[in-house]
């Protein structure tokens, strides 16, 4: 059985609830990414999630209301629990990979946070990783 835990991105770029949708902003588009967990630094426990499609939304907001010439400073003016999504499903690293596949063709999710026995984030996973998944079965099948 292949597991979350086996597909995983174990090393995840986080935000503290402190940070700045700036932040999120310049994090997202240097480091190739499109999911930001908001982790609480003391606790370890995840507060929400800054997707591509929450930051967009608040991008778009904040320039109707303020122009497209202000949005540095409104960005860094925004919290970036403004930005996060709390009301989030999240997946179990021992959870199998064929049960947790069909949330993501349901919901249309990118990414589903893996918390571990801790309560703690221990990693995300994405759409990506079933897409690079199935390459990797594909590739096994040819040979």
């Not at 995840?12 to 240097?30: G, K, M, S």
């Not at 596949?101 to 349901?106: E, G, R, S």
């Not at 893996?114 to 994405?126: A, C, P």
């Amino acid at each position: 059985m292949i597991t979350i835990a086996d597909i995983m991105t174990s090393s995840v770029i986080t935000l503290t609830p402190h940070d700045t949708l700036r932040t999120a902003h310049n994090t997202t588009r240097n480091q190739g990414i499109r999911h930001l967990p908001v982790v609480d630094s003391d606790s370890g426990i995840l507060m929400g999630i800054v997707t591509q499609r929450s930051m967009i939304a608040k991008v778009i907001s904040l320039m109707n209301l303020y122009g497209a010439q202000n949005i540095n400073t409104h960005e860094e003016q925004t919290n970036i629990m403004e930005v996060a999504v709390v009301d989030f499903d999240t997946v179990s690293p021992a959870e199998s990979v064929k049960e947790v596949a069909p949330f993501f063709l349901k919901n249309k999710h990118g990414c589903l946070p893996v918390i571990g026995e801790d309560g703690k984030l221990s990693g995300i996973v994405t759409s990506s990783d079933f897409v690079k998944l199935s390459v990797s079965l594909l590739e096994r099948l040819e040979h």
